[in-house]
């Protein structure tokens, strides 16, 4: 089996294509030889975690080929406005541990 250069920009090609995503946005970094990180799409809302997590493991599978489980740790799936309140809460405990 050939062996599969993947690039940042080729893993959001797949997801986006695979995933039919509207307007997705990511948050990946790469540690050694595998991406983890985050997937932020509209496309996600009304789909319960564990519905995510296997459309991303079947998007990969189907992108990338049985290797994309070598080549991907974990993804996770948020909507913006889940992103959204992610950001607002990190901001308050900040707030709140810089008060004291």
């Known amino acids: 089996m050939a062996r599969i250069n993947l690039t940042k920009e080729k893993l959001e ?5 695979k995933l039919g995503l509207k307007s997705p946005e990511f948050r990946l970094e790469r540690e050694g030889d595998r991406f983890f990180g985050d997937v932020i799409s509209p ?5 319960p975690d564990h519905k995510r997590q296997e459309m ?3 998007a990969l599978e189907s992108g990338l080929g049985k290797e994309s489980a070598r080549l991907v740790g974990m993804l996770l ?12 809460i990190l901001s308050a405990i900040k707030k709140k541990k810089e008060a004291g």
């Open 13 to 17: 090609k797949v997801l986006t294509k």
């Open 43 to 47: 496309s996600f809302k009304r789909k």
């Open 56 to 58: 991303i493991r079947d």
């Open 77 to 88: 799936a948020f909507t913006p406005d889940e992103w959204n309140l992610s950001d607002d």
